[in-house]
């Protein structure tokens, strides 16, 4: 708890200019959850073997031979976790939100938990012990010796570097791709309230400039009042945006012929016909339209109804401008009407001053610093969230090194008997080495390519574009999981070499 209140003043510095740094003070809340969630993870994991000791007979114990864990045991363990994730559920104070945290952690741990089992039985099966070099067959015999062992370390590894590999392909290739994504001549300037009598001076204006394609779109101001001959209310709908979309006026289009951006997917869209509308997927979705619906928008006083005849997936990416609703005729009679223009600003200094200056009474909103500053915002919150992610791979390591430790003493009884045998410390050393390296390799090269699929889907569900990520991936993941695991367990096994023989075997025996 005290950790976590001197990482929120770094975290504040983090996003910077995005929060006031004149938070109020820190509420009790968080000092409940802490304790909670630390008595929680100690009473899951700390009391199942405790619980069973007094059951122990005095002989096993001297023998270091617990047993496995008693039904008891197996239901503290049981309520423990579930008291865990009741606990990510209050602090989610969103129960779909919690249910995507618990999910997503048990899966993953899962996963990992399974693909390692499975790693560790094919090595088992790979390495030929009549031609391997004896380190790879004692590193292997050391691993598959103790399997629920190696599933730990790999999945505790697996999950932090999980977190950590995923946020670096957010930051570099994921939004590398959404900026590619973007064709190099998409209109960075949006400008609205356009008069009609402005419209041959303001499109000569871009053609003097050397603008040759731009957007040009009539935008028309209504209410959507009625939905096949019923009235239509915010209270009708469930959903928050649904609620604002019926509560505010849309932005109405017309245009002859469909936008070449956007893709008509159901119903036909006929040019010219009248009384007809064509309405964006997304938005039908969320008001429960559908073909043949009839709505009726009030324009400025005036009740238009058209009824839907198709219904459109519209590229928001495009950076094109893009209407939820849009009439296939060329224009609407006796309706107020403004024009919008959307085209790619020439590099030329001032010009935007002076389209200002000619009509004073325009909007020009320049994308191209908008995009910049959004991108100035991401670049903050993935650095404070990867900040908050390196504790992650910090318990992982943590837990590495718990589970590496909790074998010490049966490596030193069998490094000692190895020893006594002839095996020199130099081959014990590579042992313990490859086998430390394998189950960091294992874990980063699994993270990564986890990564990668969790990236490819953000891309293809979340942000709609194409992207391939590097095979350098798993191949850097697995490196730096090797890197990791070698040093957590070089730190807790680095005494077991250095015993002499004699010691170990004779405390063996005792």
């Given at each position: 708890?005290?950790?976590?209140?001197?990482?929120?003043h770094?975290f504040?510095?983090?996003?910077?200019?995005?929060?006031?740094?004149?938070?109020?003070?820190?509420?009790?809340?968080?000092?409940?959850?802490?304790l909670?969630?630390?008595?929680?993870?100690?009473?899951?994991?700390?009391?199942?073997?405790?619980l069973?000791?007094?059951?122990?007979?005095?002989?096993?114990?001297m023998r270091?031979?617990?047993?496995?864990?008693?039904?008891?045991?197996?239901?503290?363990?049981t309520l423990?976790?579930?008291?865990?994730?009741?606990l990510?559920?209050?602090?989610?104070?969103?129960?779909?939100?919690?249910?995507i945290?618990?999910?997503?952690?048990g899966?993953?741990?899962?996963?990992f938990?399974?693909?390692?089992?499975?790693?560790?039985k094919?090595?088992?099966r790979?390495?030929?012990?009549?031609?391997?070099p004896?380190?790879?067959?004692?590193?292997?015999?050391?691993?598959?010796?103790?399997?629920?062992?190696?599933?730990?370390?790999?999945?505790?590894?697996?999950v932090?570097?999980?977190a950590?590999?995923?946020?670096?392909?957010?930051?570099t290739d994921l939004?590398?791709?959404?900026?590619?994504?973007s064709?190099?001549?998409?209109?960075?300037?949006?400008?609205?309230?356009i008069?009609?009598?402005?419209?041959?001076?303001?499109?000569?204006?871009?053609r003097?400039?050397?603008?040759q394609?731009?957007d040009?779109?009539p935008?028309?101001?209504?209410?959507?009042?009625?939905?096949?001959?019923?009235?239509?209310?915010?209270?009708?709908?469930s959903e928050?945006?649904?609620?604002?979309?019926?509560?505010?006026?849309?932005?109405l289009?017309?245009?002859?012929?469909?936008?070449?951006?956007n893709?008509?997917?159901?119903?036909?869209?006929?040019?010219?016909?009248?009384?007809?509308?064509?309405v964006?997927e997304?938005?039908?979705?969320?008001?429960?339209?559908?073909l043949?619906?009839?709505?009726t928008?009030?324009?400025?006083?005036?009740?238009?109804?058209?009824?839907?005849?198709?219904?459109?997936?519209v590229?928001?990416?495009?950076?094109?401008?893009?209407?939820?609703?849009?009439?296939?005729?060329?224009?609407?009679?006796?309706?107020?009407?403004?024009?919008?223009?959307?085209?790619?600003?020439?590099e030329?200094a001032?010009f935007?001053?002076?389209?200002?200056?000619?009509?004073?009474?325009?909007?020009?909103?320049d994308?191209?610093?908008t995009?910049?500053?959004?991108?100035q915002?991401?670049?903050?919150?993935i650095r404070?969230?990867e900040f908050?992610?390196?504790?992650?791979?910090?318990a992982?390591?943590?837990?590495?090194?718990?589970?590496?430790?909790?074998?010490?003493?049966?490596?030193?009884?069998?490094?000692?008997?190895m020893?006594?045998?002839?095996?020199?410390?130099?081959?014990?050393?590579?042992v313990?080495?490859?086998?430390l390296?394998?189950?960091?390799?294992?874990a980063?090269?699994?993270?990564?390519c986890?990564?990668?699929v969790?990236?490819?889907?953000?891309?293809?569900?979340?942000f709609?574009?194409?992207?391939?990520?590097?095979?350098?991936?798993?191949?850097?993941?697995?490196?730096a999981g090797?890197?990791?695991?070698?040093?957590?367990?070089?730190w807790?096994?680095?005494?077991?070499?250095?015993?002499?023989?004699?010691?170990?075997?004779?405390?063996?025996?005792?």
């Amino acid at each position: 708890m005290a950790i976590g209140y001197g990482v929120h003043h770094v975290f504040v510095q983090l996003l910077a200019g995005l929060v006031d740094s004149a938070l109020p003070a820190a509420s009790f809340w968080p000092v409940v959850f802490g304790l909670g969630m630390g008595m929680t993870l100690l009473f899951t994991f700390g009391l199942p073997p405790v619980l069973q000791l007094a059951q122990v007979p005095p002989l096993r114990v001297m023998r270091r031979d617990l047993g496995a864990i008693k039904p008891a045991s197996w239901l503290v363990l049981t309520l423990g976790v579930t008291g865990f994730a009741a606990l990510l559920l209050a602090v989610a104070r969103d129960v779909k939100l919690g249910l995507i945290a618990v999910g997503g952690f048990g899966g993953a741990v899962l996963l990992f938990a399974g693909l390692a089992w499975l790693a560790v039985k094919l090595l088992r099966r790979l390495v030929n012990e009549s031609t391997a070099p004896r380190w790879l067959v004692l590193a292997t015999r050391q691993i598959s010796a103790r399997p629920a062992y190696a599933v730990v370390q790999v999945s505790s590894l697996a999950v932090g570097l999980l977190a950590l590999v995923l946020l670096v392909l957010l930051r570099t290739d994921l939004i590398s791709s959404w900026r590619a994504a973007s064709p190099p001549d998409a209109p960075n300037r949006f400008v609205i309230n356009i008069q009609p009598d402005q419209t041959q001076d303001f499109q000569k204006v871009l053609r003097d400039a050397g603008i040759q394609r731009y957007d040009w779109y009539p935008m028309i101001r209504g209410r959507l009042v009625q939905v096949n001959g019923r009235d239509v209310h915010p209270d009708d709908y469930s959903e928050d945006r649904a609620k604002r979309m019926v509560d505010r006026e849309f932005n109405l289009s017309t245009a002859e012929q469909a936008p070449a951006h956007n893709e008509v997917v159901a119903g036909r869209w006929t040019p010219g016909e009248k009384h007809a509308l064509s309405v964006e997927e997304g938005i039908a979705k969320t008001l429960g339209l559908k073909l043949g619906d009839k709505l009726t928008f009030d324009i400025a006083g005036v009740q238009n109804e058209a009824r839907i005849t198709s219904l459109r997936k519209v590229d928001w990416g495009s950076m094109h401008a893009n209407f939820f609703v849009m009439y296939p005729v060329d224009h609407l009679e006796d309706v107020a009407v403004t024009y919008l223009a959307a085209y790619r600003a020439p590099e030329v200094a001032g010009f935007d001053n002076a389209l200002v200056r000619q009509f004073p009474n325009i909007t020009n909103v320049d994308m191209g610093s908008t995009l910049a500053q959004v991108q100035q915002v991401l670049d903050q919150v993935i650095r404070a969230v990867e900040f908050l992610f390196i504790f992650t791979l910090a318990a992982g390591l943590v837990v590495l090194f718990a589970a590496v430790t909790a074998t010490r003493e049966e490596r030193a009884r069998e490094y000692a008997i190895m020893r006594a045998v002839g095996a020199r410390a130099s081959l014990l050393r590579q042992v313990q080495r490859a086998e430390l390296a394998g189950v960091g390799l294992l874990a980063g090269f699994l993270a990564s390519c986890v990564a990668m699929v969790i990236g490819w889907a953000l891309a293809r569900y979340a942000f709609d574009f194409v992207w391939t990520a590097s095979l350098w991936v798993p191949l850097v993941g697995a490196l730096a999981g090797a890197v990791l695991a070698w040093l957590a367990g070089w730190w807790g096994l680095r005494e077991v070499l250095r015993r002499p023989v004699m010691t170990t075997l004779r405390d063996a025996a005792q």
